[in-house]
């Protein structure tokens, strides 16, 4: 066999003072289909292991310059996947201890028997299988933990992160590398509602060994909140009785889910509102009219009768909340194309620039790089954005900050509308995007709630601190324009859809 060829085999070191069994083994090794590097002197084997990687070596115990020992013991040190076989003619305790704290799996007893060192080199070929088989094992696994859709996490007794996947990132918006360096990273994570619980959560895992569960909620990267269920993996016997405690669990994102039954809840209210808007408007607008015809009639006659006032006022709110009604369930024409979230706020923003610099509140726009196209009217989104930047502006009388973000997830693209609101506090915030409720203003959020469903999309709202938060959601589509994933109760419909989810249409 030419060195040429060797060269593409495993190298076997032979490290032996003796040359009959040097060139015996080199014999033996060569017709198994090795390659032998046979050396004498173990200064010679350390040069020639610089340049060549060593599978096995076999080594005499009894060395000139260097025990066979302290030459595994040099070798096992530099690459400990090698795996080495003590040659000796005779042997004590004392090398054999040594020997297996070295690392030695093999002993062959001078002279050397070519049966024994046949049956040595199958168990070297065993071990080299079962070895590959574990390392692609491992390599399985991993790829498995990093590709699963769920964020899987190792927690030490003191919360700090031992291990968590890739999925990070695309839950939480942090790479593995940014969430494992800071300390307490994965409590402050945690939404502050949740965390004392959390923690509770944890330390009771620790001390029983049981899985435990919690639906919580975690802090992204950029601000926003996601729902989640948080579970815990049973603690393994072995590790509880070492004391080597370590928590494994795993996080499902359910935001999606959340936010479905937030929309099925708000359906329900338009199916109410359907079904008594029409009946309302008619049986208290006949008698309206009478009231507001006679009172007018009173004020003609008795000019300075302040009841008569009183009652024109209240007359003319109810035909406001009549026209509210009125004008919310009107046909709304949709004309959906292709189009780009940021570019129509960054328009509306333009467009309303004026009106923010003179109430002294300064506009604050986070776009995410690459955002994907959604499928609406631009017209009708964009009077919805300029509703909803007009609403913050009326709850910052004396200026401040509006917040606008716009991020994705999976199937939709949402865009935070956040000022700041000291004073505001709803109470029933679903309220809010209902015609009629007390105290609204024309019809902007109930409208633009309605637009919202009728594209596909939904409006929601959250007090935060010293916060208001509204958020849009609309469905990406791919590149075949096809809605992914619809989240209104009906897509460019010209009615509002109060039974099911009609199909994305042009």
């Known amino acids: 066999m030419s060195d040429e060829d060797k060269s593409d085999l495993k190298n076997i070191l032979v490290v032996d003072d003796e040359v009959s069994i040097c060139r015996l083994l080199a014999i033996a090794l060569d017709a198994e289909g090795y390659n032998p590097i046979v050396y004498n002197h173990p200064d010679d084997a350390l040069t020639a292991c610089k340049r060549h990687t060593i599978s096995l070596a076999f080594i005499d115990i009894n060395l000139p310059g260097m025990s066979g020992l302290e030459l595994a013991s040099i070798l096992k040190n530099d690459d400990p996947m090698c795996e080495v076989v003590f040659v000796t003619g005779y042997g004590s305790l004392d090398n054999a201890v040594q020997a297996i704290k070295i690392g030695a799996y093999d002993f062959l007893k001078k002279p050397i028997s070519l049966s024994e060192f046949s049956l ?25 933990v990093q590709n699963i859709p769920l964020l899987i996490f190792v927690l030490s007794p003191d919360f700090q992160l031992e291990f968590i996947n890739d999925a990070c990132l695309d839950m939480l918006g942090f790479t593995p590398q940014e969430a494992m360096n800071p300390t307490g990273w994965f409590l402050d994570r945690i939404h502050p509602d949740d965390r004392d619980e959390a923690k509770k959560m944890f330390l009771f895992a620790f001390a029983s060994g049981s899985p435990v569960s919690m639906e919580c909620k975690f802090l992204h990267k950029d601000g926003h909140e996601i729902h989640v269920i948080m579970k815990s993996i049973p603690m393994a016997k072995s590790v509880a009785e070492t004391g080597d405690e370590r928590l494994e669990g795993f996080i499902v994102d359910i935001s999606d889910r959340v936010f479905l039954e937030k929309t099925l809840v708000q359906r329900e209210k338009l199916k109410t509102l359907g079904a008594i808007a029409a009946e309302v408007a008619h049986e208290i607008r006949n008698p309206l009219v009478s009231i507001g015809g006679f009172a007018q009639r009173l004020r003609q006659k008795y000019p300075n009768l302040r009841e008569c006032e009183i009652i024109l006022n209240e007359s003319e ?13 009107e046909p709304v024409d949709i004309n959906p194309k292709k189009c780009t979230v940021g570019a129509i706020i960054t328009d509306c923003l333009v467009l309303l620039s004026p009106e923010t610099e003179k109430k002294q509140i300064e506009c604050k726009l986070n776009l995410a790089p690459g955002l994907p196209f959604v499928y609406a009217d631009p017209e009708v989104l964009a009077q919805i954005f300029i509703n909803l930047i007009r609403n913050a502006a009326k709850a910052m009388e004396k200026g401040g900050f509006l917040i606008i973000s716009a991020y994705e997830n999976d199937k939709e693209i949402r865009i935070d509308f956040k000022n700041q609101a000291p004073e505001l506090s709803v109470r029933q915030t679903e309220t809010l995007f209902m015609p009629f409720a007390e105290g609204g203003q024309s019809i902007g959020l109930p409208l633009c709630y309605r637009l919202l469903k009728d594209m596909g999309g939904l409006l929601s709202f959250v007090q935060k601190d010293d916060y208001a938060i509204f958020t849009v959601c609309m469905p990406k589509i791919d590149q075949n324009r096809a809605v992914i994933h ?21």
């Open 120 to 144: 040595c080199l199958r168990r070297f070929e065993e071990r080299q299988i079962l070895r590959e088989r574990i390392k692609l094992a491992e390599q399985r696994h991993l790829q498995l």
């Open 486 to 506: 619809t989240l209104g109760a009906g897509i460019f419909s010209n009615q509002p859809d109060l039974n099911g989810v009609y199909p994305a249409g042009e």
């Open 317 to 329: 709110r109810l035909e406001k909340i009549l026209s509210r009604i009125r004008n919310y369930l």
